[in-house]
Structure formats: C-alpha cells, structure tokens
C-alpha cells in the first residue's frame, strides 16, 4: 500500500472554491478502483491549512488517477487557490498492524 500526504496552505479569499474543488475530485476519486482511502481535513491549529490523507493500492493506481479528468481539473484550479507550493509526500507502508 502507497500514501500520499499532502499538506498545503490556501489563500482565505479563495478558501470556498478550494474546498470546492477539492469535495468534487474526492467524490470521483474514490470511485477508482486503486483508491482505497482519500480524504483531506483542516488543521485545527494552523488556519487555512489542508491535509490531504491518500491510500492507494500500486503506483501504477496513482498514476492512473493523475491522468483522470477530475484530478486534472483540481489540478488547474489549485496553482489560483494556494498560497505557497504544496509539500506532497509519498510513503510505501510495509506492513500495518495494531498500534498495541
């Protein structure tokens, strides 16, 4: 399994059409069939500042979902939305288990 962390920090005056965007590529992203998880929250502590928490199965998933439409869309939207460039992390889990 792949995550993918992404953290960024959005303008306030574009916040609404941020999360906009954001809630319609997740509906669709969660319909591909190598998404297993994909959700984004808002810090608590640091206003206006989004985490996006992705599980995939392959690369080969993710990299299909980057040639999707929706993504593509997000993906012109967001350059207009963020206030510096996102910091985007991609983690190979090796094994999950309980945390006890």
């Not at 953290?7 to 992203?29: L, S």
């Not at 997000?74 to 190979?92: D, N, Q, R």
Request: net charge negative.
């Amino acid at each position: 399994m792949l995550l993918i962390l992404a953290k960024g920090v959005v303008r306030p005056d574009k916040r609404d059409a941020f999360i906009a965007a954001a809630r319609e590529q997740i509906v669709e992203t969660r319909k591909e069939a190598g998404c297993i998880a994909y959700d984004f929250y808002e810090s608590q502590t640091e206003p206006n500042t989004f985490v996006f928490n992705e599980r995939w199965k392959s690369k080969e998933a993710i990299d299909a979902h980057f040639q999707t439409a929706h993504i593509r869309k997000f993906m012109s939207v967001l350059p207009t939305c963020v206030a510096e460039p996102p910091v985007i992390e991609l983690v190979e889990v090796a094994r999950i288990g309980p945390l006890a």
